[in-house]
């Protein structure tokens, strides 16, 4: 598992956040084979991975109940390391080949209205100290470039900087360079509204916060002057929205799924939001071309001659 595991961090490239998730399922499903007399890979079966696929669903290894998309995940976790024993010659087969994980439901990703996602931004920078100026930044980024959290608070302040200043010359809109899964790194344009908040934040409140630190080249900073969490950042929305009045679940996703909706409403081509969330395939964006049952009766009642 260990030699799995750095093969993913090194060879693959993937993020610490990714290994780490590989590495609780694969040590879950050790234990599950462990109890079932298996010692080594080369002694597992298929029906060993499809129970065990049962199992996480159930929550009857003594595990918790993993969800349809979680089951996916973690079976995804067993087939590579599987595959991975096969091809350095520990197993001669791999038993994980013809398992499938549960069926899915293709549900609508969950946007808000852009008047809900002007309130949100609006109620981050209430105030102008340092951490309200972090706030507003910190959530404009996220619905400016739709990028993911990690991705965001992964930033470091240099980038971000001469980014900004790169892509002054553009017009309108600087572009920003994000890293995201497997360490690919894409480009994506960032507004004025976005570009003014970090500038505000960069001139009048990251000092005072960093002041506090031993020095960091992260962009988001927290009172202690480190590098700002995810958890911290999630916070951040979640008392966001609360003073915004909303009422419905709202996390970092959520603005991600917003970005992404909104410039399909807008009339962005379905492969332009795909490099913009770097999807590696454009079946994943797709689901956000799907539309809501209020919008099909809505088109249907301007076009159909006879719907009124």
């Known amino acids: 598992m260990r030699d799995y595991l750095a093969h993913l961090r090194v060879e693959r490239g993937l993020s610490a956040n990714t290994v780490s998730a590989y590495r609780r399922d694969l040590s879950r499903y050790a234990a599950f084979l462990a109890a079932r007399g298996r010692a080594s890979l080369a002694q597992v079966t298929e029906p060993d991975v499809a129970e065990y696929v049962t199992a996480v669903r159930q929550g009857s290894d003594g595990g918790a109940v993993l969800s349809p998309s979680s089951t996916a995940r973690a079976l995804a976790a067993v087939r590579g390391w599987h595959r991975f024993a096969q091809a350095e010659g520990l197993a001669d087969d791999d038993p994980s080949a013809d398992v499938?994980?549960?069926?899915?439901?293709?549900?609508?990703?969950?946007?808000?209205?852009?008047?809900?996602?002007?309130?949100l931004l609006d109620a981050?920078?209430?105030?102008?100290?340092?951490?309200?100026?972090?706030?507003?930044?910190?959530?404009e980024l996220l619905y400016a470039t739709g990028g993911r959290i990690s991705e965001i608070v992964g930033l470091d302040v240099d980038t971000v900087s001469s980014g900004l200043r790169t892509g002054a010359d553009a017009g309108d809109a600087s572009v920003l360079r994000l890293r995201g899964k497997g360490d690919k790194e894409r480009a994506v344009p960032v507004g004025s509204y976005a570009r003014a908040a970090v500038e505000a934040y960069l001139v009048r409140g990251r000092p005072t916060l960093a002041a506090a630190g031993r020095g960091t080249a992260a962009l988001f900073l927290n009172s202690r002057g480190a590098r700002l969490s995810r958890q911290t950042a999630w916070a951040v929305l979640q008392a966001a929205a609360r003073r915004a009045g909303l009422t419905q679940h709202v996390s970092p996703h959520t603005l991600r799924h917003s970005f992404a909706t909104h410039l399909l409403a807008g009339g962005a081509d379905v492969r332009v939001v795909q490099e913009l969330l770097g999807h590696a395939s454009v079946t994943t964006t797709q689901i956000y071309t799907m539309v809501t049952p209020d919008t099909l009766r809505e088109v249907y009642a301007a076009a159909h001659p006879r719907a009124r």
């Open 124 to 139: 981050a920078g209430a105030g102008d100290g340092p951490v309200p100026l972090r706030d507003r930044a910190l959530l």
């Open 100 to 119: 499938h994980a549960p069926t899915q439901l293709r549900r609508l990703p969950h946007a808000l209205a852009v008047d809900d996602v002007v309130r």
